[in-house]
């Protein structure tokens, strides 16, 4: 799972730990890659990769299949927000011109890039071993549009885009493809601190993602290709799971 030492990567590798499966937790830091899985608890291994880096990416993926003798499902959750580029995003919007071009290019070299060389890296190695689950996570379609997100509102409309068509490419095959969105805001540290208490009030516990990410992994959804899956409506329909 790309992007799990923290937010809504941690809460669904904590969810798919306790429900018995082996996680592999990432981050570009060895340090808190090795603390998250140590966390996440017994079975979870912690493993530094920059998902920009596609030599990174491809020697990660390696290290995992000889490691776990393969891998069932990649989650490709790495991203950064808008408190990289402007701390005040919410309160205090931000043109886009006043974005630096550095800012710019991390976020959607993390969101997008990333997402397209972790799937790029396990996809042919799941076709070959038999199959597999790939779950890209996305957002709000308002989020993309909204004003002053620029960086990551473009960004995580163009990884929307990219899942569909990797979908697509992947219809008729053995690795199923779906996106998971969280619904709503959720209380993760992408959120600036100097939010109202209201709207801290109104943000989504990011454990509302272990649920549908479990069920995902299960045999229940071993047909469920393509699809766009909210999981505060998940939990609504499946108030058991």
């Known amino acids: ?129 038999g199959g597999g689950r790939v779950v890209v996570i996305s957002m709000n379609p308002a989020t993309m549009s909204r004003r002053g997100f620029v960086p990551y509102g473009p960004a995580g409309a163009a990884v929307e885009a990219l899942a569909q068509i990797m979908a697509a490419d992947l219809a008729g095959t053995t690795v199923r493809l779906n996106v998971l969105v969280p619904g709503g805001a959720t209380a993760t540290g992408m959120i600036p601190e100097d939010v109202s208490d209201e709207v801290r009030a109104g943000l989504l516990d990011p454990a509302i993602m272990g649920p549908p990410i479990v069920w995902l992994a299960s045999a229940a959804a071993s047909d469920v290709h393509g699809q766009r899956i909210d999981a505060r409506q998940f939990a609504s329909v499946h108030p058991g799971l």
């Open 1 to 129: 799972m790309t992007g799990a030492t923290s937010g809504l990567g941690r809460a669904m590798a904590e969810a798919l730990a306790a429900a018995g499966a082996r996680v592999v937790v990432t981050s570009r830091d060895p340090g808190r890659a090795a603390a998250a899985a140590r966390e996440v608890g017994a079975g979870a291994w912690g493993l530094a990769m920059d998902v920009r880096d596609a030599d990174a990416v491809e020697a990660g993926v390696a290290a995992v299949f000889h490691r776990l003798g393969g891998l069932d499902l990649l989650v490709a959750n790495a991203g950064i927000g808008m408190r990289t580029v402007h701390p005040h995003f919410l309160t205090e919007p931000q043109p886009f011109f006043l974005v630096t071009p550095a800012g710019f290019r991390d976020v959607v070299d993390t969101k997008v890039a990333g997402t397209f060389l972790s799937v790029h890296a396990v996809v042919p190695r799941m076709l070959a071993a």
